[in-house]
């Protein structure tokens, strides 16, 4: 046979190429070797008839959470079944996230940056530049891409986070932040000071829907000024989520919750930020607890949740429905005078979180003409695979990787997946194993220790996440 697989009759929807047509895509060898209105279908071993599909590049989430500490290794199966080809974990442990791909991982490609947390991986809110530096150059020997501040949850002081971008900026390590220090929240005061705070340099800023819940301004002006600050600073890049759920850690630590984030929730919520306040908060229904069950992560409130939390000793996830509709949508939506996204992409921070649901909500809004086709296929897959430094994916054309997603349009839903030609998902059931690592040459060999395949990545290939 001339090709491995053929895909037949579907909705071709492609940014990069400005495609928008019924074609054919024939695959050999992990790679796209042929696009053309009708290939023959005795050409291939594997046929598939996409009559009313659409067809778009693998769908990259910059922004997941797949670690034994957040996510767990059920969030590869969640984010199968979500159409997910690519994904890049927000927190680590970068090691955690390696070991979960060789047991639970279903043939997704992952990066990791690891967190940078006080008590954890370092020593206190203000640590010296040589500390900095030593996890720097450990997480990148050990395979991560770069780090991320957990500042809305373990937050360092502003000077100590300036220090970390810029000694990021440095060594070319990816650098992400929750915003928020000692000084400013998880809010638009956090995200405001984080934009300050890295005066230029390169940051890609998370959830930028995090911090427009109106806990300072009525929400929709604070998401208006966070729409006009990464306007005036293209330095930023960013992304945002659809789901109206948050997550974050139920631990309680010394009689009060362990993240600043989860303190705030509950106060939103008009409970007490405190052990008593979390339970009333679970009883109620306020606080979900995030429940591992039948290979997918449930949501527990009342007495069941309580119950769980305590089984646990409070070491779980929590989700509260704290994320407003109208920033949701004005975040997904908005652009620049010249055309480009103001937020580059559209993740999930999903994962083993619940809350991956960029397919049925993504379509809601292009059935609302906030967005085409084309531009869902761009920042739900191309502007993340150039966030990534992936070159060969994002795009169908010949000659890229064959990472290919098939969305079932009338059912909102992800009907197939391919992952270097591979079927990965097909109608709910997922069938890929392991997964291949994205990696920089100074963490190849670390991960290749592993037993892990890798795709290394240039940090100059980061650039142009606009063009």
């Not at 930028?208 to 330095?235: F, S, W």
């Not at 967005?371 to 966030?387: D, I």
């Given at each position: 046979m001339k090709y491995d697989v053929l895909l037949k009759n579907g909705m071709v929807i492609d940014y990069k190429t400005d495609t928008a047509r019924e074609m054919d895509i024939a695959i050999k060898d992990g790679k796209i070797a042929r696009m053309e209105p009708a290939i023959d279908a005795g050409d291939a071993a594997e046929l598939h008839d996409l009559t009313g599909m659409v067809v778009m590049p693998g769908m990259i989430d910059p922004h997941v959470h797949v670690s034994a500490w957040l996510g767990g290794g059920i969030g590869h199966k969640m984010m199968a079944k979500a159409g997910v080809t690519t994904a890049l974990d927000m927190s680590g442990p970068g090691e955690s996230v390696f070991d979960l791909v060789l047991s639970h991982g279903v043939g997704i490609n992952?990066?990791?940056?690891?967190?940078?947390?006080?008590?954890?991986?370092?020593?206190?809110?203000?640590?010296?530049?040589?500390?900095?530096?030593?996890?720097?150059?450990?997480?990148?020997?050990?395979?991560?891409?770069?780090?991320?501040?957990?500042?809305?949850?373990?937050?360092?002081?502003?000077?100590?986070?300036?220090?970390?971008?810029?000694?990021?900026?440095?060594?070319?390590?990816?650098?992400?932040?929750?915003?928020?220090?000692?000084?400013?929240?998880?809010?638009?005061?956090?995200?405001?000071?984080?934009?300050?705070?890295?005066?230029?340099?390169?940051?890609?800023?998370?959830?930028?829907?995090?911090?427009?819940?109106?806990?300072?301004?009525?929400?929709?002006?604070?998401?208006?000024?966070?729409?006009?600050?990464?306007?005036?600073?293209?330095?930023?890049?960013?992304?945002?989520?659809?789901?109206?759920?948050?997550?974050?850690?139920?631990?309680i630590v010394d009689g009060v919750p362990g993240s600043n984030v989860t303190k705030r929730c509950l106060i939103t919520g008009g409970f007490s930020a405190d052990a008593k306040g979390m339970e009333e908060a679970i009883a109620a229904g306020w606080a979900q607890i995030n429940y591992p069950y039948g290979g997918e992560t449930l949501l527990l409130v009342g007495k069941e949740g309580v119950d769980y939390w305590k089984s646990r000793n409070t070491n779980t996830t929590v989700s509260f429905a704290i994320n407003q509709v109208e920033?949701?949508?004005?975040?997904?939506?908005?652009?620049?005078?010249?055309?480009?996204?103001?937020?580059?992409?559209?993740?999930?921070?999903?994962?083993?979180?619940?809350?991956?649901?960029?397919?049925?909500?993504?379509?809601?809004?292009?059935?609302?003409?906030?967005?085409?086709?084309?531009?869902?296929?761009?920042?739900?897959?191309?502007?993340?695979?150039?966030?990534?430094?992936?070159?060969?994916?994002?795009?169908?054309?010949?000659?890229?990787?064959?990472?290919?997603?098939?969305?079932?349009?009338?059912?909102?839903?992800?009907?197939?997946?391919?992952?270097?030609?591979k079927l990965c998902l097909y109608k709910g059931a997922v069938f890929g194993k392991g997964g291949k690592i994205i990696t920089t040459k100074d963490g190849e060999a670390f991960v290749k220790g592993k037993g892990l395949e890798t795709i290394v990545v240039r940090p100059e290939d980061r650039a142009g996440v606009r063009g």
């Open positions: 992952i990066a990791t940056i690891e967190y940078v947390r006080p008590g954890h991986t370092i020593s206190c809110t203000e640590p010296a530049d040589a500390e900095i530096d030593a996890l720097l150059d450990k997480v990148l020997k050990q395979g991560s891409i770069g780090v991320k501040m957990l500042g809305g949850h373990y937050p360092l002081t502003p000077e100590a986070t300036g220090r970390c971008i810029k000694m990021a900026a440095k060594r070319n390590a990816y650098i992400a932040f929750h915003a928020g220090t000692t000084n400013k929240g998880s809010n638009i005061e956090g995200f405001l000071e984080a934009v300050q705070i890295a005066d230029g340099l390169p940051l890609h800023l998370a959830h930028i829907n995090a911090y427009c819940r109106g806990t300072i301004k009525p929400h929709m002006e604070e998401t208006e000024l966070a729409v006009q600050t990464l306007i005036d600073n293209p330095n930023i890049v960013s992304e945002s989520y659809l789901s109206p759920l948050n997550g974050t850690s139920a631990e920033p949701r949508v004005r975040l997904a939506c908005a652009k620049r005078e010249d055309g480009s996204f103001v937020v580059d992409g559209i993740c999930t921070d999903g994962g083993g979180i619940p809350r991956n649901v960029t397919i049925p909500l993504g379509l809601a809004i292009i059935e609302l003409g906030g967005l085409s086709w084309k531009e869902f296929v761009q920042k739900t897959s191309y502007t993340p695979s150039r966030m990534m430094g992936l070159v060969n994916k994002g795009v169908l054309a010949e000659g890229k990787d064959a990472d290919i997603t098939v969305i079932n349009t009338r059912r909102r839903e992800a009907e197939m997946t391919f992952v270097d030609g």
